[in-house]
């Protein structure tokens, strides 16, 4: 059946077949007009994903250059233990400020 042109005015009243192949037809034409458009929104945001993959990789090897870059040579702070022992190198934790576990420096 050839389609109707939407603003065409049957002559005669339509039977339910014929209602329902129009419908048919509209939403064919919809559902083609659709698919279209989401193709294209895909293809868009392909081309987004990737500059912005691209420019991700670019910040994180500059991030990684700065790390590099910082990266000490050599260990110049002293360093520390925590000791939790009470007794441990006869102290105790009973001294008068109550300070608690006491930091030994190497």
Request: proline letters at 7%.
């Amino acid at each position: 059946m050839p389609p109707l042109p939407l603003d065409a005015q049957p002559t005669r009243i339509r039977t339910r077949l014929e209602a329902s192949l129009i419908r048919l037809q509209a939403a064919l034409r919809r559902g083609i007009r659709r698919e279209a458009t989401d193709e294209s929104l895909y293809a868009e945001w392909q081309n987004r994903l990737a500059g912005r993959r691209e420019e991700l990789a670019q910040r994180l090897t500059a991030i990684d250059s700065q790390l590099d870059s910082w990266a000490p040579t050599a260990i110049d702070a002293p360093r520390l233990a925590v000791i939790s022992e009470m007794d441990e190198a006869g102290f105790g934790m009973s001294d008068e400020v109550d300070f608690g576990p006491f930091i030994v420096i190497d």
